[in-house]
Every structure is written in C-alpha cells, then in structure tokens.
C-alpha cells in the first residue's frame, strides 16, 4: 500500500511561482510511475505531468515549457515546480503514484479512477 500526501498549495498573483510536494510512503515498486493530476469544480480532472522509474518525463500541452516534475527518489518526494502560473491553472493539485508503464502511458490514464494510489491533494488559487 503506498500512501501519498500533497502539500505546497496557496494563493498566487498572475505570472507568479508555486513548488508542490508529495510525499510518498510504503512500498513504491522498483518500476513505479508517478504524477500530477489537477481537479477543477464540478470534479472534471486534467493530467499534468508524470515520471517513471528511468527518469522520462511527459507533460500535458498547458504544462510544457511551465512545469517541471521531478522526483527525489532517497527522500520518496514528487516536485511539481509551476511557472508563469494563469487563473486555468486554479485547481486542486493532486498526484498518483502507480507501476509497470511508462510515464507516457501514465498521462493517459492518471486521471482515471483505476490508476494506483492518489492523494488527497493541495489547492492552487491564481487570481
């Protein structure tokens, strides 16, 4: 079982920078995958970016050349580094962790309800 919790979420003016984290604890299996997903109101879900175990990264449309992942694997910590953040970035952020597919193949599915383990998620607010 592998628990996730989100922290790193507030309030930012237009054009500003947020850092998210997501620690994770458990078992995290040695071809593990992982990433970000944003919720909007009325629960529609978007992927944002994801990371597998080589290290390749994806990115969504609306996050390339804005955000970074990352992951810090001796501390079990996802980073979602966000740049020149606009209000469609207003979302409840939350990341996945799952394993056995690629980090492309995870875009796809992060956001599905079948995908591994998600946490609960931090709230980004740009006005």
């Known amino acids: 079982h592998v628990q996730l919790v989100e922290s790193g979420g507030g309030s930012v003016q237009a054009g500003g920078s947020l850092r998210l984290s997501c620690a994770a604890s458990g078992r995290i299996h040695s071809d593990f995958v992982m990433g970000w997903f944003r919720q909007f109101p009325g629960k529609r879900r978007e992927a944002v970016a994801t990371i597998d175990s080589s290290g390749r990264t994806e990115y969504t449309d609306s996050a390339k050349g804005r955000f970074t992942i990352s992951f810090d694997s001796a501390e079990k910590i996802l980073y979602l580094e966000m740049n020149n953040l606009n209000g469609e970035d207003t979302a409840l952020y939350r990341c996945?962790?799952?394993?056995?597919?690629?980090?492309?193949?995870?875009?796809?599915?992060?956001?599905?309800?079948?995908?591994?383990?998600w946490g609960e998620g931090t709230q980004v607010t740009v006005s």
């Open positions: 996945g962790a799952s394993w056995g597919i690629t980090a492309m193949m995870a875009l796809g599915r992060i956001a599905h309800d079948d995908f591994g383990y």
